[in-house]
Structures are given as C-alpha cells and as structure tokens.
DNA sequence: CCTCCTTCATGAATCGTTTCAACGATACGA
DNA sequence: TCGTATCGTTGAAACGATTCATGAAGGAGG
C-alpha cells in the first residue's frame, strides 16, 4: 500500500540515494534521471514520509506556538506572523491553545517536546519558568511571546505593558478623566500586572487622580460584560468617569454593558479605552480607542528569534521590546452630546 | 545529548524490549522491574521520540482539521469538539487555517498527508472532492465538516443549511417582514449556496414576499460591515426590511453600520437575523437572533466518525446531519418604539 | 597514453521505537 | 518425575528517508 523511495528507486531503476537526492539536492542530479524519478514519483503517487525524515534529521521542522487564548484575534496575528517567517523557511507551526489552563499548557509542552519540535514559543500563563528553562537546557529553544522573561534566561519578543497602561491612563487623564477603572485579570497574567503598573504610575502623576481595580476571572467579552453591568447598576455618585480595559475583548464587553440600557453614554459619561487594538475595536458600535501592538510582528520575530537559537545553541536569551502606540477613536473623544 | 530507550535499558539493566513494555503495557512488567526503568527515565530525563514511534506505527496520532476562519468562534468550537474527542483517545488536532484560500487549503492536505495524519476533517473550500477522494483512496480517512458530500462518497457531519436558510427567513416573513436582503458570499462556498437556497424556499412560500441578494467577497466583520453601510445609504424607499446575514460574523457587521449613525434602528426599520449563534452573538449592542448549529458536537461526531472509518477501511461513508435551530432574541424582536 | 578532476550514482549504515518469536525460569497437575 | 502452562524478559528485525564514503565513467590537460 505505501510507497517508499525504495519502490520508487525500483519503478525509475536508480537506487534510493540517488530518489533522495532528486528530492533534497536536484542540481547534484543529472537531469534525465531527475525526471525519470520525478515520473516514477508522480506515476506511484510517492508522497515523503516525515516520521521518516524527521527520525534521521533529529529534529522535527515544525515549531509548537501556545497561546492563551486562540478567540482573540490578537494570537491569531501573531500566530499568522510566525507562520509566515517560519513558511519563509520551509517550516510549520504547531498551534496550542492554552486557554489560560496550566494543565492544558503543560501537556501541549509535552506533546511538543515529545514531537521534537525545532523549537517553543510561548505566552506562558503563570510566573513559573522552571519547566521553560528545563526544556531549554535538554536543547529545544524557546521564545516568549509577548511576555518578557522573569530572569532574563530566556529569550523574548513582548511589548513594553507597563508604558502601554501608562499611555492609556495618561491619555485618559489628559482628557479632564480623574476617576478611573483598570477591568482586567487575573494579576498573575504577568500582561495584566504590568498594565496595572503602568496605570499606577500614570495615575500618580496626576492630582486628584484615583484607580479602581475590577478584578475579571479572565479576558474575554463575556467577562467584559459582567464588568460593564456591574458598574452600571451603581448609583450616579459612584460611578467612575473612564474605563481602562486591559485588552479589546473585555472592552468590547463593557461597552455592550454600557449600551444595552442606554443608561451610560460612551465617550460621555464614561471614557472607554482598550488594548491590542484588534480588528474588532475600529468596527465596535462607539469605534475604540485602544493601545496597538505590532502583533504580527511580534510573530514574527519571534520565529526569527528562534531560528537564530536553534542555529547557535550557545546564543544568549535575547529580549526585543516593541513600544506600544495609542490609537484615538471615538471611545474616549470629547464628548458628543 | 539524546536519551533513548537504549540508554534508559543500560541504566536499568533491562532489554529495549522491556523498556517499551513499561512504556505500553505497564502491566505486562513485573513490579519492581517498572520501577526500576521508571526511575532511570526519570534520571536521565528520557522523552519518548514520536518521530519513531510514528514510523514504526505507520500512522500519527495526529488528526488534520482545515477550517475556512479560525477567527470565526464557530469554527473553534468545532476544534474544541474535535479536540475533546481526540484526547479521549490520546490523540491531538493539528489545525490549519486556509482562510477561505485555495493555495493554503492545498499546503495543508500536502502537509497533513506528509505527516501521514491519522486522518482529515475539512471544511472545503470549493466544490472540487478530486483531491479529497485521491486522499481517501490512498488510505486516509476524510471527513467532511459542516458540508455534506456532493455525491455521497465521503463521510461527513454537516447541519442541513437549506433547513437553517427556510427557518431563518419564515421567522422574518412570519413577523411580516416581506422585503428581505440576503447578505453572503461567496456563493462557492456551499454553507452559502445552501442557506442560500433554503431563503428562497421560504421566500417562495409567502406571497408578496422578495428576495435580494447582496454577495459579499468572504464572510468576514469587516464585509459585514461595507454591506451594511451600502444598505444605510440608500433612499429610506429602498431599504429592505429584513436582513438575512449568511454568518454572525457578518451579521455583527451590518449591525455595527447600522448603529453608526444611528440612522437605521435594529430591529424597528430592518429586522436583522445571523447564523451560527456564537457567543457574540447574544452579546452585541442588539442582541441578534440566529441559527444555531451544534458547534462543538459536530467537531466530537467528526472525529468519532474518523476513527470509525480508520478502524474499518472498508466502511461505506456515511452522512451526519444536525438540524439547526431558530434562537430568537432581540434583533428581530416586536418593534420596541 | 597516462594522470587527475569532475560528475553521477551507489548502497550500507543510521536515526529510536515497537513488535514478536523465542527462551529461561518457576509453578502446577498428573 | 515429566510434561505443560504461565510469566517475564530478551534481542533482532522492521519502519522509511538521509547521509556519506566509495567508486565508476567520462573529460581535460600534458
């Protein structure tokens, strides 16, 4: 039933190194025998075994991406942007959905190891590089992605969070905002606390200025929404005048909350800015101010990153930032009424 | 550097042989000698190489699934089904994107067939099943995903879309709406032609009642939203009713240009229904009314099926079909004026 | 005519795991 | 005591592509 060189190397009367040769090293062939092979290929519906290649090559030429949450556009650029540069080199990638799980996350790692992927990139979910650092010294390489690392002992390609929540809060405070709610969590997402921190900073440097945390149990809009309703249900008094929403999707929650009773008006009564700039945020209802991320980018560079490691075992982590850039929508515009 | 099991055999005094039954078939191992191997993969850190195992096994214990969008939450819920099933048998989901592109639905057939995947689950792109056959009759089980076959000679779970296409159009006739605008495209893609198809039936059984249609290049936010926007425009004489959009995800669209300008109200001027019920879908500004398809159960029976057709070759193929199911909410809702 | 290159092709060895026929040891029943 | 199961273990063969040392053939230059 299979087709194997050797039956190819029969069918086109050459031996299995020379079948090899046609299909790695076609120069070193004399022409007429590559196409012999070449029709004994198509002729027996030849199709390569990769366990095969891989078993002899030692490493396997696909490259295991987790991300924490595949619905969010955001990982869904960044994963098109590994693709596309690890493609530019003939290489596949492997997509996990970590789905913020630590053990879903572990036993993608393990599945990658055991697949001997060429190389990990990863949005790792808690603090714990431990299991990262381990898979790295038994020779597989790996990248953080948006994430820089605890130690510096492994390599990175994020973007600096903690500016990024500066600059929405300070643009929230240069637009007269002086009570402001961060929504987003949980803190132990090391994205989440390190946009806090920006916004600490930022509040600080403003008087009169104060920040209120809403802790959500994740990021999605579904999350966004219940923030949204449960800020609304508040008397007048209480209510904050600005939203920071630690990514899109829990922006886009909250502004479905704010609108559904038409009791709270965005920009007007409460200013709204989200971050990751999906594609989503320029087409939601009131168009979103946000923070961009180079998110293709991001992926990029991170398969360029890895590939540089996997060619030098002995490179040191390297770690590229990106700067974060506020994009101004009608979210957070002067009022309207 | 690479620990194998002949090492792991050194370090506890066994066979190869052994090594790989305390790995298969623990219980086919006396005791101690279990535990003995098991601590020395655990000392020397020893990872299975699965490049191996697959070449000896012949097959993967992978599964190929090629979706139209990865972005469309329908479709991660059916890998999210496929996922579930998969692991119950400890195998994975590989998931290639084709974004409704014929040259990257190809690259994956290529690739997933080089991996010599246990099997593929595809939502096609076109009408064209030649390559799929090809793939069957080479000894890769195919499953149809969300598409029935076109002459029945591959298995497929599919929900019956002209079915879904009658059901949403007759609840929008059924409330007296009688100018409807199908908004979809492109028509190749055969959940289009089909929901296509089932509006015409309902259109046909109301008198007075008409249909438009207006083909959108791919069934993205963003098309949803430039079709949405052509209807705003037009003279209020001209304006449709009732809008039938082909997917959620276009839906959303045209609901985010009507509300732009305020200018067409959801549902008073134009009634406005979707399909597939994802999440958002409940969640947006107008809560949208939608087909709902058993997402994440037509991933699970797409695999079981699979692993059915792996286990007897010879097995006929055989045709799931869901019913779908009206989701009313306020989009098509009594005008609330 | 001989030597030295270059160009092509060869086929055995290799990667790491699994499988399976075969075997030694121990126990059991007759 | 002698068969005969049963249990645990062994080690070689196999999976299929790639690599590489080896060598044959042909051509160029002296």
Avoid: C
């Avoid at 500016?163 to 929230?172: C, F, I, K």
């Avoid at 990514?247 to 929650?253: I, K, P, R, Y």
């Amino acid at each position: 039933m299979a087709v194997s060189v050797r039956d190819v190397a029969a069918a086109a009367s050459v031996s299995v190194g020379t079948v090899s040769n046609v299909l790695n090293r076609p120069d070193k062939v004399a022409p007429d025998t590559v196409a012999r092979v070449l029709a004994a290929i198509d002729e027996l519906g030849f199709v390569r075994n990769d366990a095969a290649r891989q078993l002899r090559a030692g490493r396997s030429r696909s490259i295991g991406l987790v991300v924490l949450d595949v619905r969010n556009p955001f990982f869904t650029d960044v994963a098109r942007g590994a693709e596309d540069r690890a493609a530019e080199e003939g290489m596949t990638i492997l997509l996990g959905n970590s789905d913020e799980n630590a053990d879903r996350e572990r036993s993608y790692l393990d599945l990658f190891e055991e697949q001997r992927v060429h190389g990990v990139l990863i949005s790792p979910l808690g603090d714990d590089e431990s299991r990262l650092q381990r898979l790295r010294r038994r020779g597989t390489p790996v990248v953080l992605v948006d994430r820089v690392s605890e130690d510096g002992g492994l390599s990175s390609v994020a973007v600096d969070d903690v500016v990024g929540g500066e600059l929405a809060v300070r643009h929230l405070t240069g637009g007269g905002r002086r009570r402001i709610a961060f929504v987003g969590g949980p803190t132990s997402i090391r994205q989440v606390a390190d946009r806090l921190e920006g916004a600490r900073r930022a509040i600080a440097e403003t008087s009169g200025a104060e920040l209120e945390v809403i802790e959500t149990p994740s990021l999605t809009v579904l999350d966004g929404r219940a923030a949204g309703e449960a800020i609304r249900e508040r008397p007048a008094a209480d209510l904050p005048d600005a939203v920071f929403a630690v990514n899109d999707l829990l922006a886009m929650g909250v502004l479905q909350a704010f609108n559904m009773m038409g009791s709270v008006r965005v920009p007007d009564d409460i200013a709204l800015i989200g971050y990751d700039d999906i594609d989503f945020a320029a087409a939601a209802v009131v168009p979103l101010s946000s923070i961009r991320q180079p998110a293709w980018l991001i992926g990029y560079t991170a398969v360029d990153l890895l590939l540089k490691a996997a060619a030098e075992p002995d490179r040191a982590a390297e770690q590229v930032v990106f700067q974060p850039e506020l994009v101004v929508r009608d979210s957070t515009g002067v009022a309207t009424t």
